[in-house]
T-cell receptor, first 116, second 112 residues
Framework: DADVTQTPRNRITKTGKRIMLECSQTKGHDRMYWYRQDPGLGLRLIYYSFDVKDINKGEISDGYSVSRQAQAKFSLSLESAIPNQTALYFC???????????????FGPGTRLTVL | KQEVTQIPAALSVPEGENLVLNCSFTDSAIYNLQWFRQDPGKGLTSLLLIQSSQREQTSGRLNASLDKSSGRSTLYIAASQPGDSATYLCAVKGSNTGKLIFGQGTTLQVKP
């Protein structure tokens, strides 16, 4: 079984709809992240959480919100989806117990979101 | 603001060639640099992590080097195989933020 899972894997929605992307992990990691990937732009950080009570904005948080329901679950919401939020979304986790210099992130398979 | 650039954006080579992928970054204050592999429909897989105090890391046919002072890293792939076809991403972890900043990626195609 995959350590980091994302649901749904693909989603097509319409402008103005609310949508939630979910991420679950079985690695026991405290840190979780949401990224989006656009062609030619690499991955950009949307939100990150270092524990259940700690939520932080990344470089492109406008139009998004997150919820850390438990150590293992981190959800990303688009309150009112717009076409330029069409992208590939990745969830990732990393281990608090690892020093920052060795910290590596483990990625889910991604959710392809299309907003019409 | 840290910026990470990867050149070339795409590369096509015949099987068996040795090749080099390039990554440059603008701020030398980093904790580490990582190279990831991305396959279609799958997430990113970490290939190599180089701490800021290290010069290189090796794993099998892969060798990554880091020159922090010049803001450059290279990923060397020896004896390339069709199974190496994927997108390769480099990412740096900044000293102040601890967050990963990614390059745009290099899409590699190895032809049989």
């Amino acid at each position: 079984d995959a350590d980091v899972t994302q649901t749904p894997r693909n989603r097509i929605t319409k402008t103005g709809k609310r949508i939630m992307l979910e991420c679950s992990q079985t690695k026991g990691h405290d840190r979780m992240y949401w990224y989006r990937q656009d062609p030619g732009l690499g991955l950009r950080l949307i939100y990150y959480s270092f524990d259940v009570k700690d939520i932080n904005k990344g470089e492109i948080s406008d139009g998004y919100s997150v919820s850390r329901q438990a150590q293992a679950k981190f959800s990303l919401s688009l309150e009112s989806a717009i076409p330029n939020q069409t992208a590939l979304y990745f969830c990732a986790t990393s281990d608090t117990g690892t020093s920052v210099a060795w910290d590596t992130q483990y990625f889910g398979p991604g959710t392809r979101l299309t907003v019409l | 603001k840290q910026e990470v650039t990867q050149i070339p954006a795409a590369l096509s080579v015949p099987e068996g060639e040795n090749l080099v992928l390039n990554c440059s970054f603008t701020d030398s204050a980093i904790y580490n640099l990582q190279w990831f592999r991305q396959d279609p429909g799958k997430g990113l897989t970490s290939l190599l992590l180089i701490q800021s105090s290290q010069r290189e890391q090796t794993s099998g046919r892969l060798n990554a080097s880091l020159d922090k002072s010049s803001g450059r890293s290279t990923l060397y792939i020896a004896a390339s195989q069709p199974g190496d076809s994927a997108t390769y991403l480099c990412a740096v972890k900044g000293s102040n933020t601890g967050k990963l900043i990614f390059g745009q990626g290099t899409t590699l195609q190895v032809k049989p």
